[in-house]
């Protein structure tokens, strides 16, 4: 199975700064990476596809890098309802896995 | 799009349990479908997938599942369904289903989980 690394697990933030969140897979996974965002209590939301494509109605905030085994997302003037965890998720091979999650909070 | 999980509930270790996830605001016999589970506290699991009828209506299982676990889908009801059977502890989870989408061009083999439903919680503990 491929592994999904993220890093931090977790980080504080002011609304207004760049934030980026980097996912480092097992083994090269070309851009076969997806992001996703949670919020507290709900479903999962489809941030970001094959690494840099973003998802109909995602804010232009939100943009994806990386190719291989090393991937960023960034967000480029955090608001408040940014905060929240987030995922990176490979499409590579099944299972498909995650990484295990970043959690952004306000500082 | 809309997807609504039902079913979930407090069992005993051991014991069998379905949930159901009703689809609308899509053409659901063409989707290819997944269950994603996240146990409380804890970061997102795949859980399986199954195809449409049209690709065979195949499924895959994660390991800790399979053999246990079985995805299936009424395409005349607009139904997708997870049959849990010889539930254990460590399956307590919140399962959400989940549409699968692909990209385009040169990314069209890059699947991702488009739309979630709301998720149901299910408990496993004597």
């Known amino acids: 199975d491929i592994q999904m690394t993220q890093s931090p697990s977790s980080l504080s933030a002011s609304v207004g700064d760049r934030v980026t969140i980097t996912c480092r897979a097992s083994?090269?996974?070309?851009?076969?990476l997806n992001w996703y965002q949670q919020k507290s209590g709900k479903a999962p939301n489809l941030l970001i596809y094959?690494?840099?494509s973003l998802q109909s109605g995602v804010s232009s905030r939100f943009s994806g890098n990386g190719s291989g085994t090393d991937f960023t997302l960034t967000i480029s003037g955090l608001q408040p309802e940014d905060f929240a965890t987030y995922y990176c998720?490979?499409?590579?091979?099944?299972?498909?896995?995650f990484g295990q999650g970043t959690k952004v909070e306000i500082k | 799009v809309q997807l609504v999980e039902s079913g979930g509930g407090l069992v005993k270790p051991g014991e069998s349990l379905r949930v159901s996830c009703a689809a609308s605001?899509?053409?659901?016999?063409?989707?290819?479908m997944t269950w994603v589970r996240q146990a409380p506290g804890k970061g997102l699991e795949w859980v399986g997938r199954?195809?449409?009828?049209?690709?065979?209506?195949?499924?895959d299982y994660a390991a800790p599942v399979k053999g246990r676990f079985t995805i299936s889908r009424d395409d005349s009801k607009n139904m997708l369904y997870l049959q849990m059977n010889s539930l254990k502890t460590e399956d307590t989870a919140v399962y959400y289903c989940?549409?699968?989408?692909?990209?385009?061009?040169?990314?069209?083999?890059?699947?991702?989980?488009?739309?979630w439903g709301q998720g149901t919680l299910v408990t496993v503990s004597s």
């Open positions: 989940t549409t699968v989408n692909r990209g385009s061009g040169s990314y069209y083999n890059n699947l991702f989980f488009e739309d």
């Open positions: 605001g899509f053409t659901f016999s063409n989707a290819w």
């Open positions: 199954i195809k449409s009828e049209g690709s065979g209506a195949t499924t």
């Open positions: 083994q090269s996974i070309s851009s076969y």
């Open positions: 094959a690494a840099y």
């Open positions: 998720q490979q499409s590579y091979s099944t299972p498909r896995t």
